[in-house]
C-alpha cells in the first residue's frame, strides 16, 4: 500500500521515537503509572500538567508535520512545519527543565555522541529509520535506558537533530516557494526534491556518526599501545608491573614512561588488570563491531570480565572470552584447546589458522598460546 508523502520525510521520521520515548519517560515519572510495571521508575515530574505538556509537544512535533504536507499550499505547509519546530523546542525546554530540577548533569555534544554511540542507543533508532524508505506500521525501537542521566540526555540529542532537520525541511520549503510563486516548480517536483534532501541528510548523518565512532576507536587503540610500550619499559626497570590503582585515567603515576595514564574518549578509565608482576592486560570496548581487529583479537563474542569488552592489549596473558557464546555463526561450538606444537612447552603460530591447533575451525590466539575456535578457518 502506497504510502503519504510525509511518511518519506527524515523530519517527521524521527519524530516518532521522540513520541514515543516521550511517553514512555513520562509514564515512568508518573506516581500512578498503569503500564511498563517492570521498567525502573524515574524521579518524578513537577506536576501531572508538566506531564500533559510534554506528551502533547511531542505529539504536535510529528502530527503538524504530517497535516503540513497534506496542506493545498506550500505556504500553509511552511506554517505548519514552523508549529512543529516550536513544539520540538517547547519539549527540549522541559527536559532541560526537568535535568535542572533534579540535579542530572547536561552532557555536552562529543561526551554525548561517546557515551550513548558506546551503548548503541542512537545507531539502533538510525538504523530502524533508514532501513526502509519509511517506517513500518510498528517500529521496534529499543526501550529507554533505565538510568535517568542516560535517559534525558539522549532524548536532547534526538531533539536537536529533529530541530536540525525540520530546520532543513523549512528553508528547503521557503526556498521553493519562492520559486514556485515566479512560475518555476510543480508541486510534484517539490515533494520530490524535498524527499531527495531527507535521504541525503540520512546519508550524511550515518556517515557522520560511522566516521566520529572509528575515529574513536582509533584514539583508543592507539592510547592502549602507548601504554603497553610504557608499561613494559616500567617493568624492566623496576622488575614488576604498576597496580591498576596507579592508571586511573589522566594520573601522572607512570612519569617519566608516560606523562599521563590514557584515558577513554568519554574521559573514563581503561580497564587494566595486572595478576602478577610479569604480567598485565588493558582492556576496552570499540564502538565499530565490524573493525576486523575484534576477530584478531578472538572478541566477536565478548572478552574481559562479564565480556563487556572487544578488544585489548596485553603482555604474558590471555583474555578471558565467552566460549559458549554463539553469534551468526563466528565462533562455532567448540571448545578451545592448547596448541600442539613444541615438546616441553606448547605453543601455535599466532594468528594462524589451524597451525598446530587440533582442527581445521581453530586459530592460534594472538600470544600463541591457545587455540580458539573461529568458524573463518577452514572455509
Aim: charged content about 20%; glycine content about 6%; proline content about 8%.
Amino acid at each position: 500500500m502506497p504510502k503519504a508523502g510525509y511518511e518519506y520525510l527524515l523530519a517527521y521520521k524521527i519524530t516518532v521515537p521522540i513520541y514515543d520515548y516521550t511517553v514512555e519517560f513520562c509514564t515512568r515519572c508518573s506516581p500512578y503509572r498503569s503500564h511498563l510495571p517492570n521498567r525502573p521508575a524515574f524521579p518524578h515530574l513537577s506536576s501531572p500538567r508538566t506531564h500533559d505538556q510534554m506528551i502533547q509537544a511531542a505529539r504536535s512535533g510529528s502530527a503538524n508535520i504530517l497535516e503540513g504536507a497534506k496542506q493545498n499550499s506550500l505556504a500553509g505547509y511552511i506554517k505548519l512545519s514552523g508549529v512543529a519546530r516550536g513544539s520540538l523546542e517547547e519539549l527540549l525546554k522541559d527536559y532541560l527543565a526537568y535535568a535542572r530540577q533534579h540535579e542530572i548533569p547536561i552532557w555536552d555534544k562529543e561526551k554525548a555522541i561517546g557515551k550513548i554511540g558506546k551503548m548503541g542507543m542512537i545507531g539502533m533508532i538510525w538504523e530502524i529509520i533508514r532501513k526502509s524508505p519509511t517506517l513500518p506500521d510498528f517500529p521496534d525501537f529499543p526501550h529507554l535506558p533505565d538510568q535517568p542521566e542516560v535517559a534525558v540526555n539522549l532524548m536532547i540529542t534526538l531533539i536537536h537533530q529533529a530541530n536540525y532537520l525540520t530546520d532543513k525541511l523549512i528553508k528547503s520549503l521557503e526556498e521553493k516557494h519562492a520559486r514556485y510563486r515566479n512560475g518555476g516548480f510543480t508541486m510534484i517536483e517539490l515533494m520530490l526534491t524535498t524527499v531527495l534532501i531527507g535521504t541525503l541528510a540520512a546519508f550524511t548523518f550515518t556517515n557522520l556518526w560511522l566516521q566520529q565512532s572509528k575515529a574513536r576507536d582509533t584514539r583508543r587503540k592507539a592510547a592502549l599501545d602507548s601504554l603497553r610500550v610504557a608499561l613494559i619499559s616500567y617493568q624492566v626497570d623496576k622488575g614488576s608491573f604498576p597496580p591498576p590503582a596507579d592508571l586511573v585515567c589522566a594520573s601522572e603515576n607512570l612519569k617519566p614512561y608516560l606523562n599521563q595514564a590514557p584515558c577513554e574518549p568519554d574521559g573514563t578509565s581503561f580497564h587494566y588488570q595486572t595478576p602478577g608482576s610479569d604480567k598485565f592486560i588493558a582492556y576496552t570496548k570499540l564502538e565499530w563491531e565490524k573493525d576486523p581487529v575484534i576477530r584478531e583479537k578472538s572478541c566477536l563474542a565478548g572478552c574481559g570480565p562479564n565480556y563487556e569488552y572487544n578488544y585489548y592489549v596485553d603482555y604474558g596473558m590471555e583474555p578471558e572470552l565467552d566460549f559458549n557464546a554463539v553469534e551468526s555463526g563466528d565462533i562455532p561450538s567448540l571448545t578451545p584447546a592448547p596448541p600442539m606444537c613444541g615438546s616441553v612447552t606448547k605453543y601455535c603460530y599466532a594468528n594462524v589458522c589451524s597451525s598446530c591447533c587440533p582442527g581445521s575451525q581453530f586459530r592460534c590466539s594472538g600470544t600463541g598460546s591457545w587455540c580458539v575456535p573461529d568458524s573463518s578457518c577452514g572455509n
